[in-house]
């Protein structure tokens, strides 16, 4: 090999491309000769860095192999997508199906564009079999029962006639869930025979009429109330509220008193005095006038409204001492939640008011 060839092999080496595509560029150069030359120790002294100690070089080869494969692959068969596992033209790769996203396994050979043999998904395939089985079945009952009723006398034609019509207007036959009577229907995911459905909705009214019109006692307010369905407890929206709300803070303090002892005199004014006017988390003052009344007489809090934020949350057992609390805007807590603040760090939450 001349000079010449030497520089044209560091060159396209380089490059990244491998033994056998190099040769393929120098006349009168094989691959043994390319292979030989970079491995020699003259080689490896002018250029280290070309000799491909980690198979990096042959990594990028690979990954623009894989680039390359891909596009032609997802161009000759748009109903797939390239998945992994390319490592050359004659080993098995994954593909992903566009439609039902089943993953199965091809050889690469099949994206030549000589390979005129349609790629087809194993699921798809299994539920076409299992839909033209169901159609089978279908066919084979309809004409058992046409053979039995054409045995029949004169008198039975009407249910021939009926039949007929059944087998024409239904697609699917199946197996009624609550009397097992099998019948003809139109509908893939049907359960129930028409007579079963007619007995549900009549068992669907008597419940009804068992409630319907009858008033019972709020559990909130202990005003009586029109019932509007089976399982109405509350006569309105603010008192189903006011109850959860209070049934929440009854158990948030049965969960501080289970996490140690309790410090009732901590209060948003002595946080203040103690540490200042600025929120904890993000650094921003707080402000006591942003608030506002509901017309109903609700209070409603602001975001930047100051609220009592524990270091520890206390759903991981921290407790309500000074040493666990810190001023926070009520925006930022809610963001903040049951995790800590170094969870927050990890997890990069922005808080933003």
């Known amino acids: 090999m001349n000079k010449i060839q030497e520089n044209k092999v560091v060159?396209?080496?380089?490059?990244?491309?491998?033994?056998?595509?190099?040769?393929?560029?120098?006349?009168?150069?094989?691959?043994?000769q390319v292979r030989y030359l970079i491995n020699s120790n003259r080689f490896k002294e002018k250029h280290p860095e070309l000799v491909d100690t980690d198979n990096s070089i042959a990594n990028k080869g690979l990954e623009k192999r894989i680039k390359y494969f891909k596009n032609k692959f997802e161009n000759k068969f748009p109903d797939f997508e390239y998945h992994s596992g390319y490592t050359g033209t004659d080993d098995y790769f994954k593909m992903k199906c566009r439609k039902?996203?089943?993953?199965?396994?091809?050889?690469?050979?099949?994206?030549?564009?000589?390979?005129?043999?349609?790629?087809?998904?194993?699921?798809?395939?299994?539920?076409?079999?299992?839909?033209?089985?169901?159609?089978?079945?279908?066919n084979k009952i309809i004409n058992l029962i046409r053979d039995e009723v054409s045995n029949r006398r004169e008198h039975i034609k009407p249910e021939v006639a009926a039949l007929k019509r059944i087998s024409k207007n239904h697609r699917y036959y199946g197996e009624c869930d609550r009397c097992g009577r099998h019948y003809f229907t139109n509908r893939s995911n049907s359960v129930h025979c028409d007579r079963c459905i007619d007995k549900i909705e009549l068992e669907k009214t008597n419940r009804i009429s068992n409630w319907k019109g009858k008033?019972?006692?709020?559990?909130?307010?202990?005003?009586?109330?029109?019932?509007?369905?089976?399982?109405?407890?509350?006569?309105?929206?603010?008192?189903?509220?006011k109850n959860y709300y209070r049934v929440k803070?009854?158990?948030?303090?049965?969960?501080?008193?289970?996490?140690?002892?309790?410090?009732?005199?901590?209060?948003?004014?002595?946080?203040?005095?103690?540490?200042?006017?600025?929120?904890?988390l993000c650094g921003e003052p707080v402000d006591f006038n942003d608030y506002h009344y509901k017309e109903e007489g609700y209070f409603i809090a602001g975001?930047?409204?100051?609220?009592?934020?524990?270091?520890?949350?206390?759903?991981?057992?921290?407790?309500?001492?000074?040493d666990n609390v810190q001023l926070a805007h009520r925006h930022c807590n809610s963001v903040k939640s049951d995790s800590s603040a170094l969870e927050l760090d990890n997890n990069r939450v922005k808080i933003s008011i």
């Open 100 to 138: 039902c996203g089943h993953i199965q396994k091809r050889n690469a050979q099949c994206a030549r564009p000589s390979r005129k043999k349609k790629v087809l998904c194993d699921k798809c395939e299994e539920k076409k079999i299992e839909t033209k089985n169901k159609k089978e079945k279908i």
């Open 249 to 280: 803070e009854l158990r948030r303090r049965k969960k501080l008193q289970e996490n140690g002892r309790v410090n009732y005199k901590i209060s948003k004014r002595k946080l203040i005095e103690r540490e200042g006017s600025k929120c904890k």
């Open 303 to 322: 975001p930047k409204y100051p609220s009592i934020d524990h270091i520890i949350p206390v759903a991981k057992g921290g407790t309500h001492t000074w």
């Open 215 to 241: 008033y019972i006692k709020c559990k909130e307010c202990g005003k009586r109330f029109e019932m509007r369905s089976s399982k109405s407890k509350f006569c309105s929206t603010k008192c189903s509220d």
């Open 11 to 32: 060159q396209l080496r380089a490059k990244g491309l491998g033994y056998r595509r190099i040769a393929n560029n120098i006349k009168g150069v094989n691959r043994e």
